[in-house]
């Protein structure tokens, strides 16, 4: 069973990038579709990106297209996420979770496996 570790939260000002990693233990994230959500407080789980098991294709949500970049370091058994212009609206705890579905992957309940999360605050 993959065991998944978010980490990379934090503060930071409106404009400013962060980079997110999801690191694995126990499994080797390439069998798996790996996804980005968030969920702010009060709201629900949002889909933010994911990117495919092989070849590495990407797929983002239309708040973050153009400032979120996904991707895999199989040799660290890490995905990242790299997040750039930062809004106040990116508030939240981003999760990263491990599918293998290869269908409805926008969806969260199609993530197995999940992380603990990591809190990124986004000042204005």
């Known amino acids: 069973q993959v065991q998944l570790v978010e980490s990379g939260g934090g503060l930071v000002q409106a404009g400013n990038s962060l980079v997110l990693s999801c690191a694995a233990s126990g499994g080797y994230l390439d069998k798996y579709f790996i996804g980005w959500f968030r969920q702010a407080q009060n709201k629900e789980r949002e889909f933010v990106a994911v990117i495919a098991r092989s070849g590495g294709a990407t797929y983002y949500g239309d708040p973050v297209k153009g400032r979120f970049i996904m991707s895999r370091d199989s040799a660290r058994n890490t995905v990242h996420l790299q997040m750039s212009s930062l809004k106040p609206e990116d508030t939240a705890v981003y999760f990263c979770?491990?599918?293998?579905?290869?269908?409805?992957?926008?969806?969260?309940?199609?993530?197995?496996?999940w992380g603990q999360g990591t809190q990124i605050t986004v000042s204005s």
């Open positions: 979770g491990a599918s293998t579905a290869e269908t409805s992957l926008l969806v969260a309940r199609r993530y197995e496996y």
